[in-house]
């Protein structure tokens, strides 16, 4: 069974910085897109970003010019670099990755990030 492992998360103050991290073992990471969306207390589900296999790049217009998503499809890895960090980023953040041929969804378990004011 294909098992997304984020990593990364933790507790930052306002303005700092993280990066957030997504295996995908077991998936033909070279050809799916991969995404990070997030769900902070009592809202639904959002996109944050998302990259294609070619490397195409979609943000959030709350997050662009702070964060950037990238690939490493050789170490089947998918990176969130988080910076000027606000407290309305708190929230798990959940990776996602869609095979475009096997028309199949994969979800993280997520990992929790804390922006302290």
């Known amino acids: 069974q294909v098992q997304l492992v984020e990593s990364g998360g933790g507790l930052v103050q306002a303005g700092g910085s993280l990066r957030l991290s997504c295996a995908a073992p077991?998936?033909?990471?070279?050809?799916?897109?991969m995404g990070w969306y997030r769900q902070a207390p009592g809202k639904q589900r959002e996109l944050v970003a998302t990259?294609?296999?070619?490397?195409?790049?979609n943000y959030a217009d709350s997050v662009k010019g702070r964060f950037a998503i990238s690939r490493d499809n050789a170490k089947s890895t998918v990176y969130l670099q988080m910076n000027s960090l606000e407290p309305e980023d708190t929230a798990v953040y959940y990776c996602?990755?869609?095979?475009?041929?096997?028309?199949?969804?994969?979800w993280g378990k997520g990992t929790l990030v804390t922006v302290s004011s």
């Open positions: 996602n990755s869609r095979d475009p041929v096997l028309l199949l969804n994969y």
């Open positions: 077991g998936t033909m990471f070279s050809r799916n897109a």
């Open positions: 990259i294609t296999s070619s490397g195409s790049t």
